[in-house]
């Protein structure tokens, strides 16, 4: 969703393949000629391949400068731009172990110890940008970027596991994106279905993290 929010907010023309979560169709030779993993997301451009969703951003950012959504070399916000956009993944790790333990195991193979740890370890991740988000509307003082793009991201999964009211200034900055044009568009036809799936809600900590 990131490189597909991205695209819209960009106003790029382009054309949209969807993959089926399905290891026939991922795992396919045809599909590993263009990620060597199977995975999504991928972009092609004429005959330029390119995978890592942040590797994606940072590529668009280059090739449409005019969005003003990147920070370019020598822009005294870049290094900022690039910790936000790298950061995002670290928040994506642990919700996506949260969605392989809840979505994809049952026990005996589900880990109580994972959970909690992965659970834990997300709401430090998220506390980091509640701290950063105190002061300002935007993680770059210059305004919305592609950084934001990326964390939202992160931060739309993550609200899957944690209640992101505990957060005040993520959730205003959660609100906000989701207002945004290129944010719905760019949201699964099926957002609205209820994700049985998902357990929501990690405790908070007791203690440490
Ligand atoms: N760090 C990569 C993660 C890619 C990734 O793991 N994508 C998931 C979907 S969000 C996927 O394709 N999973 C299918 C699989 O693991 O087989 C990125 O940001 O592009």
């Known amino acids: 969703m990131r490189a597909l929010w991205l695209l819209h907010e960009i106003g790029a023309t382009f054309e949209l393949i969807e993959m089926p979560f399905d290891l026939s169709v991922l795992r396919a030779a045809g599909y590993l000629a263009v990620h060597p993993l199977g995975r999504v997301p991928c972009l092609v451009d004429d005959d330029f391949k390119l995978f890592e969703s942040g590797a994606i951003t940072e590529y668009l950012c280059e090739r449409f400068p005019q969005?003003?959504?990147g920070r370019a070399q020598g822009?005294?916000?870049?290094?900022?731009?690039?910790?936000?956009?790298?950061?995002?993944?670290?928040?994506?790790?642990?919700?996506?172990?949260?969605?392989?333990?809840?979505?994809?195991?049952?026990?005996?193979?589900?880990?109580a110890a994972v959970l909690r740890l992965e659970g834990r370890r997300l709401r430090k991740a998220?506390?980091?940008?509640?701290?950063?988000?105190?002061?300002?509307?935007?993680?770059?003082?210059?305004?919305?970027?592609?950084?934001?793009?990326?964390?939202g991201y992160s931060?739309?999964?993550?609200?899957?596991?944690?209640?992101?009211?505990?957060?005040?200034?993520?959730?205003?900055?959660?609100?906000?994106?989701?207002?945004?044009?290129?944010?719905?568009?760019?949201?699964?036809?099926?957002?609205?279905?209820?994700?049985?799936?998902?357990?929501?809600?990690?405790?908070?900590?007791?203690?440490?993290?």
Request: aromatic letters at 12%; proline letters at 7%.
């Open 67 to 69: 969005s003003g959504l």
């Open 75 to 111: 822009d005294p916000e870049r290094y900022e731009w690039l910790q936000w956009i790298h950061y995002s993944e670290t928040i994506a790790v642990h919700a996506a172990a949260l969605v392989q333990q809840y979505h994809f195991l049952a026990a005996p193979e589900r880990s």
């Open 126 to 151: 998220i506390e980091v940008l509640n701290a950063r988000l105190q002061d300002r509307a935007c993680l770059l003082r210059r305004g919305f970027s592609a950084a934001d793009v990326s964390v």
């Open 155 to 209: 931060v739309h999964l993550a609200h899957r596991f944690i209640a992101i009211e505990e957060f005040p200034a993520v959730a205003s900055y959660y609100a906000k994106l989701q207002a945004r044009r290129a944010f719905r568009a760019a949201l699964p036809k099926d957002w609205e279905r209820p994700l049985t799936w998902l357990q929501p809600f990690v405790p908070p900590a007791s203690a440490g993290g």
